[in-house]
């Protein structure tokens, strides 16, 4: 698990190597956590085979 700024998360890896955000542990999250986690996951991503855009809506309306 990571921690940033008192917000533990834990993430996992696709069978293509993509990593994504798969638990966050503090359910009192601001809108700047959100944000942190967002361009993370867009950081991981692989450019040449990014995330479709339907993926990473249903992703982060599940946060």
């Known amino acids: ?7 533990s998360t ?5 069978a293509t190597g993509q990593q994504y955000t798969a638990g966050i542990s503090n359910d009192g999250l601001t809108n700047e956590d959100f944000l ?3 361009l993370e996951e867009l ?13 990473m809506l249903d992703s982060q309306m599940q946060m």
């Open 1 to 7: 698990m990571a921690g940033v700024d008192g917000v």
């Open 10 to 14: 834990s993430t996992k890896t696709t």
């Open 36 to 38: 942190k986690l967002m």
């Open 43 to 55: 950081k991981l991503q692989d450019p040449t085979k990014p995330m479709d855009s339907a993926s």
